[in-house]
């Protein structure tokens, strides 16, 4: 069964993901003469940044959420289905999604990523990911249930591991998680759970390699340990995790903790869809594509952000997998398709890196921007304000900013809420 578009003597543009790339394509095409038509499996944009905050009960899911029908409200010319690609059958140019199939002249595909779990075998199954709002909104729940179960017993083993959050990789989203945890112990559960000893809580933020934020300079790297620190945040480097069986973690050089929660945030791969044959697709999953994110060997079918794969000499195993890239990407995908629609030539991508940071609880943050670095109160401020800048939608903007004031003057998480009882 064909998805039911109007037919049209454009031709039709079709991009599967509403995330950062999506956005942008869909919204600097929509004044060409295309037909565009938007795929995503979720109605709405995710800001996916601040995950980690919806995580720990410091904002609203709704909050960096931004529905795609008000999106396209003001743009008529984006037609918008909610479906799920599952294949796609490049030689025939069709799509194949959970409501049927669809024809395409050109296709882009900004999927983004998924969770990379290095063929381990039982941890998937138990460590909590952080890709999705709904995801985040498990974690939440999991993490006061841990608590709500804590009370229940005078086992102080099991009590001990259910208050034992391990974070598993040293990246921004790891640091910024560990922080948010570090933040939830010194601030807010000592007042919501004083039958408890939170001096016992303990929080490990465990990184395969020999340091955090291995994308950031030294400075950065180190301060952020001196942060985490006094945050009371356990941290283990050099220390690659091998299985993970919803009670212990098991480490590559033998060492076991306790710990009823494990956050996953070590790696991710593209998520390309099945169909495409495995001679277009490179290192992590990605999609080899040339310096016009044109798919190699397949015209017509282009891959941008954290799905593309761009080889390039200041960048030889692809660009950061990072909002900003998907961003640029986007933005030049669009322009050279209105060129070429003109007879234009076309313009190579080159990436314009504005910096890296990093927040590691309140007031503390860590910030380069190339041979500027600055760590602390104002490096906070800067990463409230860049964040604050890119979320999608007005409202979304305003609720951030009242629940960052909020929790700022009362030291509180409003939204430490089990709405939905997790249940694995
Ligand atoms: C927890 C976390 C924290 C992060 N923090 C930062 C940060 O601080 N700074 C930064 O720059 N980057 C950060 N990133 C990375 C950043 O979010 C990504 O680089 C960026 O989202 C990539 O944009 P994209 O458009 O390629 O993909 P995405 O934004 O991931 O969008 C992909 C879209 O495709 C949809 N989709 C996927 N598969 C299918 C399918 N088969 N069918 C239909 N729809 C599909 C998804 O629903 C999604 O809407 C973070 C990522 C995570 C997970």
Do not use: C
């Amino acid at each position: 069964m064909e998805i039911n578009i109007p037919d049209t003597n454009k031709p039709r543009v079709v991009v599967i993901g509403a995330g950062f790339a999506g956005l942008i394509l869909a919204k600097k095409l929509s004044s060409a003469d295309f037909q565009i038509v938007l795929i995503d499996r979720h109605n709405y944009h995710t800001f996916q940044p601040l995950l980690y905050q919806v995580a720990t009960g410091g904002l609203e899911p709704g909050s960096i959420a931004h529905p795609l029908r008000k999106f396209i409200k003001r743009r008529p010319q984006i037609i918008l289905r909610m479906a799920e690609v599952t294949q796609i059958e490049t030689a025939e140019k069709v799509i194949q999604t959970n409501i049927g199939s669809l024809k395409y002249d050109l296709l882009i595909l900004a999927t983004g990523s998924k969770t990379n779990f290095f063929g381990q075998q039982q941890l998937p199954q138990f460590a909590m990911r952080m890709k999705t709002v709904p995801q985040a909104l498990d974690l939440r729940s999991m993490i006061l249930q841990h608590f709500e179960e804590a009370l229940l017993t005078t086992d102080m083993k099991l009590r001990d591991a259910l208050t034992t959050f391990v974070v598993v990789g040293g990246g921004p989203t790891g640091v910024e998680t560990a922080g948010a945890l570090g933040e939830l112990k010194k601030h807010v559960l000592p007042n919501d759970y004083p039958e408890l000893d939170i001096r016992r809580m303990q929080i490990h933020l465990i990184e395969a390699g020999p340091r955090l934020l291995a994308g950031m300079s030294d400075k950065a790297s180190s301060k952020t340990i001196d942060f985490l620190k006094e945050l009371d945040v356990n941290i283990w480097l050099n220390s690659p995790v091998a299985e993970y069986d919803g009670h212990t973690v098991q480490f590559a050089g033998g060492k076991q903790l306790s710990a009823a929660t494990l956050i996953w945030s070590a790696g991710v791969i593209g998520a390309t869809p099945a169909g495409i044959d495995a001679s277009h697709i490179g290192r992590g999953g990605r999609l080899l594509v040339n310096e016009f994110n044109e798919v190699q060997g397949l015209p017509g079918f282009y891959a941008v952000g954290d799905v593309a794969l761009m080889t390039t000499e200041a960048y030889p195993n692809g660009h950061p997998m990072v909002a900003p890239v998907a961003i640029q990407q986007a933005s030049l995908l669009a322009q050279n398709l209105k060129r070429q629609l003109a007879g234009k030539p076309l313009k190579p991508f080159k990436y314009f890196n504005k910096g890296s940071m990093a927040t590691i609880g309140r007031n503390r943050a860590v910030v380069d921007i190339g041979k500027v670095r600055f760590q602390g109160f104002f490096a906070w401020f800067v990463w409230m304000f860049v964040h604050l800048m890119s979320i999608v939608g007005f409202r979304n903007k305003m609720v951030v900013f009242v629940d960052w004031f909020w929790n700022y003057l009362s030291y509180d998480r409003a939204l430490r809420l089990i709405i939905r009882p997790f249940k694995r």
